[in-house]
């Protein structure tokens, strides 16, 4: 991942344009003399980041052998609900598009984050149902992507 490095005092300066950065994939090194003091990541892939944390760190609780259940994640924290996605696709009991769909963001998103981010990407679905789903799901971000644009 390419991180680009600003001065505090570019960040004061430009921070909408750093920002519009950060959110179409660029990690951004705020540093102050030279010295690297933070770093600006998009929330979702902090999310993300956080999630692989969570689950390489262990100590989780079991899946259900079944599959993720929407109702399931009701009443999660964003934090939880890639948490537990997140589980699930690495345990591979579910698919990329069926994660997205858990996070209710567009799966494309998730497999360039992924990419980006290098999180592994499992390209085949398990199972005939996990395909269709993923079908659908692009399906139906496509009409919004049409519907808004």
Not at 99 to 110: F, H, K, R, S, Y
Not at 114 to 141: I, M
């Amino acid at each position: 991942m390419e991180y680009i490095h600003v001065r505090k005092t570019d960040l004061a300066r430009n921070t909408s344009r750093i920002i519009r950065n950060v959110l179409r994939g660029q990690p951004t090194v705020i540093e102050n003399h030279g010295q690297p003091e933070a770093i600006v990541v998009d929330v979702v892939d902090f999310l993300i980041l956080r999630a692989l944390a969570h689950y390489y760190a262990g100590n989780l609780p079991p899946l259900d052998p079944n599959g993720p259940d929407d109702g399931e994640f009701a009443g999660f924290s964003s934090q939880a609900r890639y948490n537990r996605a997140m589980q699930y696709y690495l345990a591979e009991q579910c698919s990329s598009g069926r994660m997205a769909e858990l996070l209710e963001i567009p799966w494309i998103d998730v497999r360039e984050r992924f990419h980006r981010l290098g999180v592994p990407l499992f390209l085949e679905s398990s199972a005939l149902d996990e395909v269709r789903k993923d079908a659908e799901n692009a399906r139906k971000w496509a009409e919004i992507a049409r519907k808004q644009g």
